[in-house]
């Protein structure tokens, strides 16, 4: 293709395809210096074809900028970087809950607390039970100081990852990751469930909810002993 100039539409875009598949395979194969000249040569001469007229918006070619914005969030931590790379894609037709998913945590990085929630409630369209995704819509909530949705995102990830808990008969951390996991997120959603109920707690002087709270904060002591 790169021989064979100029090129007509077809070719064009099955070079600039072929530019951004190549990028993509040595990204995984950790070659990410070599997967981004690629990436960029994908985009440059996509653009140019835009400019010129030769070709448009596409899913196909925002999935560059996909590319590109995901290694700049996770080889690079360039996360303004990243953020215009997903912008630039959903502009180009290429959508993912994955994708927005990404775009909240960049907003919540910014303590822009609003806008992670919507980008979170956007990717909540396939990943509803994502248990990532449940516990950064909870923690955006808490921010911005809405307490009860807080605690319903909190009470619902704690049900899962209790329900996982009973279907293991014995937790061995220090011999499977999977087991160590499962007891880190328990760590975390008992305390900030803990922590919501303090809160509601103090807001409306249901007692309650304050002996509730105890109860997840020895919970979540408890599990970070099973780990030491």
Not at 87 to 92: D, F, H, I, L, Y
Not at 95 to 113: A, L, Q, T, V
Not at 164 to 181: F, G, I, N, T, W
Request: charged share 30%; glycine share 6%.
């Amino acid at each position: 293709f790169e021989e064979a100039r100029p090129l007509g539409k077809k070719r064009l875009e099955l070079l600039t395809d072929t530019y951004n598949r190549q990028g993509e395979a040595d990204y995984e194969d950790g070659q990410y210096l070599t997967a981004e000249e690629y990436f960029l040569k994908a985009r440059d001469q996509y653009e140019d074809a835009l400019e010129r007229r030769i070709l448009e918006p596409e899913s196909m070619f925002g999935r560059i900028y996909r590319n590109l914005g995901n290694l700049y969030y996770y080889i690079a931590a360039e996360f303004d970087s990243a953020f215009a790379m997903f912008s630039t894609a959903q502009e180009n037709g290429y959508k993912s809950p994955e994708m927005h998913y990404k775009k909240g945590y960049i907003h919540y990085n910014r303590e822009d607390f609003r806008d992670a929630l919507a980008e979170f409630h956007l990717a909540a369209d396939l990943f509803s039970l994502n248990e990532n995704l449940l516990f950064s819509t909870g923690n955006a909530f808490f921010m911005r100081s809405d307490f009860f949705a807080a605690q319903g995102y909190y009470t619902h990830l704690l049900d899962r990852l209790e329900q996982q808990r009973r279907e293991m008969s014995v937790l061995l951390p220090d011999e499977r990751e999977k087991d160590r996991a499962l007891i880190d997120r328990l760590i975390r959603v008992h305390n900030n469930l803990g922590v919501t109920l303090q809160r509601l707690s103090l807001a409306t002087g249901d007692r309650e909810k304050f002996s509730r709270a105890l109860v997840h904060f020895t919970d979540s002591m408890e599990m970070f002993d099973l780990l030491g």
